[in-house]
Nanobody, 120 residues
């Protein structure tokens, strides 16, 4: 079965760092673009960072550019989000996403989310 399991969330102080991991199984990981989304209370879910399956091209939301780094390991089938210089505005549930499109259909998988709270 398809699984995406996030870990690494928690409570950190402003200016601190956290690394999120998303371990996946049940699909061809290298064929999927992976991304991290987040959703804060009362807000829409937003794309934070994305990385392509093979070329490892990355894109970031302006709000996190220079602070967050997305990476992936196609041997471990795991995607990471390194978050530095965290701000209270980064507080949200962070979701791991895998997405692929083909002439035979589109596939879109989600993890359950992990809570990140930035507070003093």
């Amino acid at each position: 079965q398809v699984q995406l399991v996030e870990s690494g969330g928690g409570l950190v102080q402003p200016g601190g760092s956290l690394r999120l991991s998303c371990a996946t199984s049940g699909f061809t990981f290298s064929s999927y673009a992976m991304s991290w989304y987040r959703q804060a209370p009362g807000k829409e879910r937003e794309l934070v960072a994305a990385i392509t399956g093979v070329g490892y091209r990355t894109n970031y939301a302006d709000s996190v550019k220079g602070r967050f780094t997305i990476s992936r390991d196609n041997v471990k089938n795991t995607v990471y989000l390194q978050m530095n210089f965290l701000k209270p505005e980064d507080t949200a549930v962070y979701y791991c996403n895998g997405r692929s499109s083909s002439p035979f259909g589109d596939y879109d998988y989600w993890g359950q989310g992990t809570q990140v709270t930035v507070s003093s």
